[in-house]
């Protein structure tokens, strides 16, 4: 009974280098989300996914750029790290736009990501 | 933009009730949700609650929504070590793909 699996769960990257995060959930849902975490700031929607082959940006896209090619899979990516990219990344999905009601986001166990 | 805002940090003894509370700026909120952090992990959807609605009552957690003041608050009765966590407050409005959270209130529970 997986849910939202992410990889990795930790990595350390020299600024200027680039990177894809892993997310995969395999409870057949339609909406995928990128988030963020900063210290203080809660969650922050970085890009989403309302299917297979479409992607839409959040509140804090810039510096990321996601694909969804499968429907499992939502990937982002970080074409050249900066040290402001600095945080813990979470995937969610969801089977409803935002989860709303009684069909809840599941989130992932998160990506912390340090860029020096 | 539009704001979430709750206390940071929550200091309770066992066995008491713990109040965390959330105010938002939103007056088109739908939906009002608190999810649950745990170290390490991801967040946990522990309740919602739909904008017409009072109040929702879950075993130990009450949810209590003041519409008119936006003010939102999470009552965990007989609080257990276990509820040491983070507690994230969200809103989301039916016509837009985003959801605001709150910057999440560190609930210690000591024995």
């Known amino acids: 009974n997986a849910g939202v699996t992410q990889t990795p769960k930790f990595r350390v990257l020299k600024t200027g280098q680039s990177m894809t995060l892993l997310c995969a959930q395999d409870m057949n849902h339609e909406y995928m989300y990128w988030y963020r975490q900063d210290p203080g700031m809660g969650l922050r929607l970085i890009h989403y996914?309302?299917?297979?082959?479409?992607?839409a940006k959040g509140e804090v896209p810039d510096g990321y750029n996601v694909s969804r090619l499968k429907k499992q899979n939502f990937l982002l990516g970080l074409e050249s790290a900066a040290p402001s990219q600095t945080s813990v990344y979470f995937c969610?999905?969801?089977?409803?736009?935002?989860?709303?009601?009684?069909?809840?986001?599941?989130f992932g166990d998160g990506t912390r990501l340090s860029i020096l | 933009g539009e704001d979430v805002e709750q206390s940071l940090f929550l200091s309770v003894r066992e066995g008491d009730s713990s109040v965390i509370n959330c105010t938002y700026t939103d007056s088109s909120s739908t939906y009002l949700y608190w999810y649950k952090q745990e170290p390490g992990a991801g967040l946990q959807l522990l309740t919602y609650i739909f904008s017409n609605m009072d109040m929702k009552q879950d075993q130990r957690l009450t949810v209590l929504l003041n519409k008119k003041d936006k003010h939102l608050s999470l009552r965990i009765a007989d609080t257990q070590t276990g509820d040491s966590a983070i507690y994230f407050c969200a809103e989301s409005t039916t016509n837009n793909n985003d959801m605001r959270f709150g910057a999440g209130t560190r609930l210690t529970v000591k024995p």
């Open positions: 969610a999905s969801s089977y409803s736009v935002l989860g709303t009601g009684n069909q809840p986001q599941h």
């Open positions: 996914s309302v299917g297979e082959g479409t992607t």
